[in-house]
């Protein structure tokens, strides 16, 4: 046997160990959605699993993302106590969702049980019903492909969630939705994907305009919905906004606030009307000048629930105005 | 080989290799890379072992024919009594509040036996439940149980979950329940018997213990009692109504109230969504077959709710197990199905569970490998532990599997593998909590 034909058996004997290995070792394949070349951790994936896929070609966003309130929405202290941890299994559908799209844009989103440190996460938005992802453009070329969608970033995928408590629905009721400004010109545009809202207080001062005059002996106290394109406050039952005024003593201290208003949705089983502020909305309250009082001062209150304190972790200082009463 | 050939011929006919020493290691060479090539070919081709990338299994059962089963719920509920109103109302009302309230005796027996001599006497009792006034709520319960309402069991479940703090209202509810066969409340009525309202809780224990024909015995000790009663619950748990009584079959305003329930699950607003899922587990045996319509039904909601019913009921839904299988299936709710068939007991399923395995989708990957334990699918045990030891395996499928593995071996990978995520921080802790505590329960 000459050495050609014994390098042609080594060959083909090495050619058929090495195929054989990778067949048994049964690499991944494509399921056409890009998902196959995305890696966890350098192992190579079938679909989409994870937000921790998005990172390495997204790493900017991811930022954004981590640590906003989004991305705790199933973690947060706050959430797990007032959902009973969860046993309140309604609310888990909202934080910690199946991709919107599953169920469609608009409607109520499905509960997941995996990644529950993900929260509302870039699947949950970006993983369309068959597994592709979804942007505002085609991105043939890009590992993860995406394909445009006309419904993708519209309130309607917002609404899905932020329905539940009827904030889409006012933003409709409201001028900004024939102007065609949505939820991403606020509450993306300058945060990006941190989605901030609530928990930022330049936004939640943004909101409000509080006035305050002295007339006819009364103090006249005008919240104005200027910047919220929903009602404000908006959301969940908990949250409230509270008008206090009181009139301090010759060393500028106030020695009892009183509340002259509350805007909030009460709970269901609780008696009261809904007094959130619609948007572009004034509300005016008056209160009587006590003899004697020469300045009055007015806050306004943002509470996270309607439990909260002054002081509280759950309430913040929004404004503060003083007024004389000569 | 004849490719090879092929190969080198075509090379050959070329005329650019000449005869010799180093033509000769050329053409080993090239004639090596073919046949490493030709070695390859099978690489190329798929491993059936491997098939994961299809979307869905392709053993996957064929999802049911839907039907829009709303408007039957619909339907249903207009067999729900109109509510009181006008003056009527408040005359029932006041009697009511002096009948349950009032510091004079003789007048609240009077009023009591007018109260419970009304026509409406039973519609008057249910708006007692909601009461502000706990002494009303406590004896409105009180006397729908005694009066055998059993068209109140879906209001008394429903006031249940609200009734959180009132140790009292909370013992009614559960004596009602257990007089109108409904033994989902046995839980409080245990927690009942560790307080100021021990006694009374004894005395519905002996009753209920004695109608099921496990009489506890001239003087039982609470012990005793507390033991009995935990027995009837598991079997409650098993088999959604109270062993050895004849059921009754529900009447047309239950069925009515729960043609609510269902109807409430597919609206916007979340607690009613809560409310309903809460009343329906815990209804037992007589809200199976209504749930078991809800598997066909063309509105995703009634799907989804009605599977995580099932999936509260746990082994009392075990006979719809052959009208949830075809929803692995389906495509948004595979994943829940799974769960439930491993919920209540399909042991059945076992092959179409292992299947979802390869499922593309990790969500469904996840529910049907924590499906084994509750399952007592010990067939699934190699399965799991490779899918635990395999380091390149998704977290959540590790925990997923590591959960069904600790029911089905304590002794095995699974536990240590649960304890370690709480000891190394690295899973959500609440979430490994959730499962660790399952685990223990299991055994």
């Not at chain 1, 679909?47 to 966003?61: D, F, G, L």
């Not at chain 1, 996460?121 to 890009?142: E, N, S």
């Not at chain 2, 004079?104 to 519609?123: G, H, I, T, V, Y």
Request: aromatic share 6%.
């Amino acid at each position: 046997m000459n050495g050609a034909v014994r390098g042609v058996g080594l060959a083909v004997i090495a050619g058929v160990f090495v195929g054989g290995w990778l067949w048994v070792r049964g690499e991944p394949e494509t399921n056409g959605t890009g998902a196959a070349h995305a890696a966890t951790a350098g192992v190579k994936v079938k679909m989409w699993q994870s937000s921790q896929q998005c990172k390495s070609c997204h790493q900017k966003v991811w930022d954004e993302w981590y640590g906003s309130h989004h991305q705790i929405a199933y973690t947060n202290p706050e959430v797990r106590r007032l959902s009973e941890d969860f046993r309140i299994k309604d609310c888990q559908a909202c934080h910690l969702p199946r991709q919107v799209a599953l169920t469609g844009f608009g409607k109520r989103s499905l509960p997941r049980q995996t990644r529950p440190n993900e929260g509302v996460d870039c699947i949950t938005c970006h993983l369309a019903a068959d597994g592709t992802i979804m942007g505002k453009r085609d991105m043939p070329k890009a590992p993860c492909a995406p394909k445009a969608n006309a419904d993708f970033a519209s309130v309607n995928m917002c609404a899905s969630c932020h329905n539940q408590h009827q904030t889409t629905d006012q933003w409709r009721a409201s001028k900004y939705a024939k102007e065609g400004k949505t939820c991403h010109d606020c509450h993306m545009g300058k945060f990006g994907h941190g989605f901030n809202a609530a928990h930022d207080t330049a936004m939640l001062r943004a909101a409000g305009e509080l006035t305050v005059e002295f007339a006819a002996g009364e103090l006249k106290m005008t919240l104005f919905n200027k910047g919220a394109g929903h009602n404000f406050p908006t959301e969940e039952r908990h949250r409230a906004l509270d008008i206090e005024y009181g009139f301090p003593d010759a060393k500028g201290e106030v020695a009892t606030w009183q509340r002259a208003y509350r805007f909030r949705q009460p709970y269901r089983d609780e008696p009261g009307e809904n007094t959130q502020l619609p948007a572009m909305a004034k509300k005016s309250v008056s209160a009587k000048v006590p003899e004697g009082a020469e300045r009055a001062k007015v806050r306004l209150w943002y509470r996270l629930n309607p439990f909260a304190k002054n002081g509280d972790k759950a309430s913040t200082l929004l404004e503060e105005k003083e007024i004389s009463l000569r | 080989m004849s490719f090879h050939r092929c190969g080198t011929g075509t090379r050959e006919t070329g005329g650019a290799v000449s005869i010799g020493r180093r033509s000769t290691r050329r053409r080993s060479v090239l004639l090596g890379i073919c046949a490493v090539a030709f070695g390859s070919v099978p690489a190329c081709t798929r491993n059936p072992l491997h098939a994961k990338a299809a979307p869905q299994p392709a053993s996957a059962p064929k999802p049911p024919a839907y039907t829009p089963r709303l408007a039957e719920f619909r339907k249903l509920m207009e067999a729900e009594p109109k509510p009181l109103e006008g003056p009527r109302l408040g005359e029932l009302r006041d009697l009511m509040e002096t009948a349950f309230t009032s510091q004079d005796q003789r007048l609240r027996k009077m009023a009591k036996s007018s109260l419970l001599e009304a026509a409406e006497c039973d519609a008057v009792l249910e708006m007692g439940l909601t009461h502000e006034r706990a002494e009303v709520r406590s004896n409105a319960a009180f006397e729908l149980g005694n009066r055998k309402c059993r068209r109140a069991v879906p209001l008394l479940l429903r006031r249940m979950k609200d009734e959180t703090s009132a140790a009292e209202p909370r013992f009614y509810l559960a004596d009602a329940l257990c007089r109108l066969d409904n033994l989902a409340a046995l839980p409080e009525l245990l927690e009942a018997m560790e307080g100021a309202l021990a006694q009374r809780a004894a005395g519905t224990a002996i009753t209920l213990l004695d109608r099921c024909g496990r009489s506890p015995g001239s003087a039982p000790t609470y012990a005793a009692l507390r033991a009995g009663l935990r027995l009837l619950y598991r079997e409650w748990c098993v088999l959604g109504r109270v062993p050895v009584v004849e059921p009754v079959p529900l009447d047309a305003v239950a069925r009515a109230r729960l043609g609510r329930c269902f109807v409430d699950m597919v609206g916007k607003e979340l607690r009613p969504v809560d409310e309903a899922r809460y009343v329906l587990s815990r209804m037992g045996a007589p809200a199976v077959s209504l749930l078991e319509r809800v598997l066909d039904a063309e509105e995703l909601y009634l799907r989804q709710h009605g599977l995580e019913i099932l999936r509260r009921m746990g082994l009392q839904s075990s006979s719809v197990a052959s009208k949830v299988r075809p929803l692995l299936g389906d495509p948004q709710l595979r994943g829940e199905a799974a769960a439930t068939l491993g919920e209540i007991g399909a042991i059945d399923a076992v092959p179409d569970l292992l299947a979802l395995l390869e499922d593309p989708d990790i969500e469904v990957q996840c529910a049907a490998a924590g499906a084994f334990g509750p399952l007592a699918a010990h067939g699934a045990v190699p399965q799991l532990e490779a899918l635990l030891s395999r380091q390149e395996t998704p977290m959540d499928l590790r925990v997923r599997a590591a959960f069904s593995l600790a029911m089905l071996r304590p002794h095995g990978p699974g536990f240590p593998f649960l304890r370690a995520r709480l000891q190394q921080g690295d899973y959500h802790a609440p979430t490994v909590r959730e499962l660790l505590d399952r685990v223990i329960e299991s055994w």
